[in-house]
């Protein structure tokens, strides 16, 4: 299932420890049939960690607002809540309550731009009475510069843009080019559909700008030590596991999925390894022309371009993949859909094979599930890449012991279909999660949580942040902004949102290196994970990219809190800039007696409004969204 070169499926084997060379077909060493049930356990485990995660948070609010309601009770704002309130109350599972306004500010703040709300923007907010507040404020969301950021940096990950891997290092400028492309794409509100369309189906130079920038995502999956019958598979498994969700075709590269998925993929254990190589047959008249390092235009670069013929050699006895052989009479692989959709033959083959990808009903569930779990913190399918089709249509039950594999089957089809009808626009996509009830409960459940309950999403999961995102939660908290320079980038940047991968910024190791001990990744070999460590505790405590922002003499705002004559005023304004909230009664009482305690002196002053600052940015609330 595993071979050399980290060609492994996100989501099935993500430590190098697990990485072997698959020399026999039969899998003597494919890491699932050597532990299966550390995969077929994946999805409960999941569910596990959700709830752990979700009864250990505790938010700072007052305990009297714990209470539970009868889901019925809630009216539906739109399909979302028919189907989740529907099945929670036929289970007799109540829901949690609805989010007050503080959570709910910040909660969509974070969530849609990767920042925590202002001191301004929360006084706004919480001084509206119109009834459509939240509404306004998810529109103004939608459409901030914010938006842009956080989502580009999600399409980043998503499609794996990195200067630096264990594929093929990138050129400065090809992996800054595919950031803006990316960028002008989610700003334009250019759809799901037309961004992998163009990615899969780019031409040009890699060092181009425009229209060729995509080109380097083709570029990033060329796959050293092997055939280039090894770079066809890892464009097609690459593109099969984000676009559809299906990373298991990485497996059937190397081998039929019968005696290794048995148990694990209903689709997958009757797909052989043929059918996969047809599927990447359709990268197989993709050519590389690589330009030297004297070319006056452009260097060290790579030119993208499509054959008029070509077709995928099913002989090699070398490479990173177990040796491909004859079958029968059959020495090639010529392209065969094996999903859904019906596209008419060209010769064009990766547009034929972006058709009919962008056409395919997987293509509508795997980015409804995966945009379902960035808002409620866990999938209707999760792991987001191992979607089985065989077990995804509710009108076609699968059988035997097998069982529909989304929490909400009808729901993710009618989220899929949602998306297909509205031309996969992303942003008003996203209005619809964040609009519904089912999203603005609160994570707060009162009393009689069950494991049980996890698949109901009878409350709101709360996420870590990430590390980009712990950042600039400290930068709008305390205005101190960093300038970092980011290599072939003419202006130095503030926030971390907006760096072109997560190992940046080269330029400041100490930040970089903060940011990283929240599992951010690499976009290579490492990724993102919500996991805890104690690293990360003791780095808030007293890594310098906190203190320093942490003081008076360098945040603008911790001065003008310290110049005030009230302690009231200055426990009111910390509370509300570092967490988004007002204090509790108890928080309120312990703070103010702190801060009274260092008099009028303006220096002990000072130094008590910094320990505060540190002590709120050391709340667990602090680095979460909930």
Known sequence: M????????????????????????????????????????????????????????????????????????LTPKNFIDDAIFTKMASAGVASARLTTDEEFLRRAYLDLTGRIPSLEQYNAFMADTGERKRAELIDRLLYSREYTDKWTMWWGDLIQNAQTNSYRGQQQGARNNLHAWLGTSVSQGKSIRDIVFQLITAKGNTEASGEASPSTWENRWRTPGGPIEDTYDTLFARSATAFMGMAHYDCLLCHDGRRHLDTLSLWGKQTTRLEAFQMSAYFSRIRFADRGNMDPAYPNSTDISDAATGTYNMITTFGNRPNRVQIGTQRTASPVWRMES??????????????????????????????????????????????????????????????????????????????IDNNYNMREFMRLLVESNAYQLSSDYGDGWKLDYVTLFARHYPRRLEGEEVHDAMQVATNVLGKYTIGGWADPVSWAMQMPEPVEPRSNGTVRDFMSLFLRGNRDNQFRSQDGSILQQLNLMNNSVLTSRAKVAASSYLKNIALSTSTDAMTEELFIRFLGRRPSVSEKAKSMAFLAKAGTVQAAKNTAVEDVAWVLMNKQEFIFSY
């Open 342 to 419: 019906v596209e008419p033959a060209t010769g064009d083959w990766r547009a034929m094979y972006a058709n009919r990808l962008t056409k395919d009903r997987m293509f509508a569930r795997n980015f409804a599930n995966r945009l379902w779990k960035e808002m409620f913190n866990m999938g209707l399918v999760d792991p987001v890449d191992q979607l089985d089709p065989a077990r995804l249509d509710p009108k076609n039950p699968p059988p035997g012991d097998w069982t529909l594999q989304a929490t909400h089957p009808e729901l993710l089809e009618r989220l899929a279909d949602w998306l």
């Open 2 to 73: 595993v071979v050399a070169l980290s060609f492994l499926p996100v989501g099935i084997a993500q430590d190098q420890d697990q990485i072997a060379t698959l020399t026999d077909p039969g899998g003597a060493n494919c890491t699932y049939k050597s532990n299966p049930d550390e995969y077929v356990a994946r999805e409960a485990r999941v569910r596990e960690i959700v709830s752990a995660r979700a009864t250990s948070f505790k938010a700072g609010h007052n305990a009297a607002a714990s209470s539970n309601l009868d889901p019925s009770s």
